[in-house]
């Protein structure tokens, strides 16, 4: 088993005035040191059930903190002011996945699944939210998985797939980084690259495979039963929850839509890749990618679709411009997002398919053939979206209330994979 050596840069916590009020998406805490300021804040506030690590502070808002993958490692750095907060230094091939509770990122490392504290905590009291801060860093706390793959959290429970085994780990989001939690263990039946969609009911939505083959999503109950069951999704890959509690897959001949107990299937005419995807709990329509080339060596599409999981139909929207599958995300009010090679977030109205915006972010850029290799990324968080330049080295934070360039920091390093993490779930 590998280990981290962790060493932190700066660790940025000060003590706060807590707020009732909820935080600004590029807003710093304000230090205040008056104790009686702080105590008449927490005046009727009960805390019951809820811990807090030793080295936390409360303030009176969060700064979006910002974890990268890069060769060397594993840097985290504030939003706002672009320094660095930790460096986990250690060369690898790292992916991240927020693990569902706003706070921590799970850390795919080969053969284990490791828990990072971003030191982002919004911590929900009923009718409002208290705020903490700590120095983030690796945990100690990690989950064993053969080929560690997809990570999937919804209605409050975080799945994690073994591609090597098939197996799946299911532990609840907000015990993720509690080295004893409890955790149930799922076996898909064969070793596959596969996915897998947990309920809060106990069951789970997951794919059914080989290593040579996989074209069936089954819904199981928590005792096992077959609730329901698809075999018409050659090379599912890809998930996204859509608002509705429906849940759309990637296929290779057009996706399928899981929705009110039934799966439907969206045919294509012909090739149709729909494998990576991207959700919003705003709206009932899933963005995803769109591949049609079935014998092409490297494909680089210039349009996207929109599936909307209501009647489950599909809209194709043309781009003008190629990109990735980092380069999809969705806005605040659901909108959907797309990082283009001519360097533009392309802002489409996910309910009528219309480019509302196009926003001019990085330079240029052209998709690698490795796809482990430094690229754009693009993620968002609140109001802002987060874009990574791999080629100048740089990290652009970009507000999609005005369409400006809010920030820009320069890294000392090239980002493969990033995760911004706000304290809320």
């Given amino acids: 088993m590998k280990r981290f050596t962790m060493t932190a840069v700066l660790a940025a916590s000060a003590l706060a005035l807590a707020s009732c009020s909820s935080p600004d998406s590029r807003t710093e805490a304000t230090s205040e040191t ?112 053969a080929k560690a793959g997809h990570v999937v959290h919804h209605e409050g429970l975080t799945a994690l797939f073994s591609d090597a085994t098939g197996d799946v780990t299911i532990v609840a989001t907000d015990e993720i980084a509690n080295p004893d939690a ?39 109950a928590a005792d096992g039963t077959v609730l329901a069951e698809t075999d018409n999704c050659p090379g599912v890959h890809g998930e996204a929850v859509a608002d509705g509690e429906a849940v759309v897959f990637g296929c290779t001949n057009g996706p399928v839509v899981y929705r009110d107990g039934a799966f439907t299937k969206i045919a294509a005419s012909g090739y149709q890749r729909n494998g990576n995807l991207a959700g919003s709990e705003d709206s009932p329509i899933v963005l995803g990618d769109n591949k049609t080339e079935k014998d092409a060596e490297f494909e680089r599409p210039t349009s996207v679709v929109l599936i909307d999981s209501r ?21 605040p009010e659901g909108e959907a997002i797309v990082l283009t090679y001519d360097g533009e977030l392309v802002i489409i109205d996910e309910e009528t398919g219309e480019i509302t915006n196009k926003i001019k972010v990085i330079e240029p850029w052209r998709e690698k053939e490795e796809w482990q290799q430094p690229g754009p990324i693009l993620k968002v968080a609140g109001t802002d979206a987060y874009v990574t330049d791999a080629a100048n080295n740089t990290l652009v934070v970009v507000d999609l209330t005005s369409g400006e360039i809010a920030l820009e920091h320069k890294l000392d390093f090239s980002p493969v994979e990033m995760a911004v993490a706000t304290g809320r779930a």
């Fill in 34 to 145: 008056t104790t009686t300021a702080a105590e008449k804040a927490h005046e009727g506030h009960s805390h019951d059930g809820h811990e807090h690590d030793a080295e936390q502070k409360e303030v009176s808002s969060l700064t979006p903190r910002v974890v990268l993958t890069h060769e060397g490692g594993i840097t985290t750095i504030d939003s706002l002011s672009g320094e660095a907060l930790d460096a986990v230094d250690e060369p690898g091939f790292y992916r991240l996945n927020h693990a569902g509770d706003g706070r921590h990122v799970m850390v795919t490392d080969s053969d284990v699944f490791r828990v990072y504290d971003s030191g982002n905590e919004a911590a929900k009291h009923e009718d409002h939210y208290h705020y903490y801060e700590s120095a983030p860093h690796l945990k100690d706390t990690s989950y064993d998985a």
């Fill in 182 to 220: 409890k955790t149930t263990t799922l076996s898909t039946g064969a070793a596959h690259h596969g996915v897998a969609v947990p309920f809060e009911d106990g069951s789970v939505l997951h794919t059914v495979g080989t290593e040579e083959e996989r074209h069936t999503i089954r819904h199981v």
């Fill in 311 to 331: 009647d489950a139909s599909l809209r194709t929207v043309e781009l003008g411009s190629s990109y990735w599958f980092r380069s999809l995300a969705r806005g």
